[in-house]
């Protein structure tokens, strides 16, 4: 992989998504026949701040900077992150050699007793600590209570089967990679409750002008997944957005057009727009839906 008969050191967090997004990772590579792989795992500030609500959190990069820190000082050649959880401007020195192929980009709702968004009770308690699902959650039903949650995926889903709230908003990938899909009451139309940019893409991030750049992208990079996630990014650099912004991308290929939904809160307003361009002109559909959303 690296030219010289070492092996390929990947660096992710210790959750066990991540673990699990790694292994798939692993798996992509060996199928294109690259084998000498070794897992570096690293704590970051999101992993060490499960308290701290998402909110109260500054800066960008919770769950990303230390796993950018071992790019840059050499303790590991490739970084597995969840897309969404890229900063909207990555470090100049580093780039994304490959996205994988997109999982199912939508969010899910998990609910007692399999009651759906749009029929859930006056006052029931919707759990999330983004502030993108807690806007589209209200606008599609104005009468639950959006109440703040954080931990792990596990963590989440054993608060809401404790009952400590009424219904839970997670992203379906996650839930699938982990092999426990089944438990999502209602995958919910990305076109209104948009997800968030890049959402269900695995992102391999390397030192600019690194060695294995080239063998990564060749092995990994899934074409259309970057053309949707550029589009999508893009909004999110032009509108100077992070993690906190109640901003939603979402893009796809319609009769052989490049769709961009998007909805952002503004003032307790959700805007919604829809733009189309040509396929191979993703950022400046990005751009047209940040100048639409601005506008």
Not at 96 to 108: G, K, T
Not at 134 to 148: D, E, I, K, Y
Not at 270 to 280: F, K, P, S, T
């Amino acid at each position: 992989m690296r030219g010289d008969g070492s092996r390929l050191r990947l660096v992710t967090r210790g959750s066990r998504l991540a673990l699990a997004q790694t292994d798939l990772t692993v798996a992509v590579f060996k199928s294109a026949g690259l084998t000498n792989i070794d897992v570096v795992v690293v704590e970051t500030s999101g992993d060490r701040n499960w308290d701290t609500p998402a909110a109260s959190m500054e800066g960008q990069g919770w769950f990303t900077a230390e796993i950018e820190r071992a790019l840059l000082d050499g303790r590991a050649d490739c970084a597995v992150h969840s897309a969404k959880d890229l900063p909207g401007e990555l470090a100049p020195t580093l780039m994304v050699a490959a996205y994988l192929e997109r999982a199912d980009p939508r969010d899910a709702l998990v609910s007692a007793g399999g009651v759906r968004l749009a029929e859930l009770p006056v006052g029931s308690r919707v759990a999330t600590s983004s502030p993108r699902r807690a806007a589209m959650a209200r606008a599609a039903n104005p009468g639950v209570q959006v109440v703040p949650i954080r931990g792990n995926v596990d963590t989440r889903l054993r608060k809401f089967r404790e009952g400590a709230v009424n219904a839970l908003l997670i992203a379906c990938a996650g839930l699938d990679r982990l092999g426990i899909g089944d438990c999502i009451t209602e995958r919910l139309d990305p076109r209104f409750f948009v997800p968030a940019p890049a959402q269900g893409a695995i992102a391999l991030q390397v030192c600019e002008g690194s060695h294995v750049a080239v063998s990564i992208g060749e092995a990994a990079d899934h074409g259309m997944t970057r053309t949707a996630i550029v589009a999508e990014r893009t909004l999110l650099a032009v509108l100077g957005g992070g993690c906190l912004l109640p901003l939603g991308a979402f893009a796809r290929v319609e009769d052989g057009r490049l769709v961009l939904s998007a909805a952002l809160e503004v003032a307790g307003e959700l805007r919604h727009v829809e733009v189309a361009g040509e396929i191979d002109a993703p950022q400046a559909l990005g751009e047209l839906a940040a100048r639409n959303l601005n506008a």
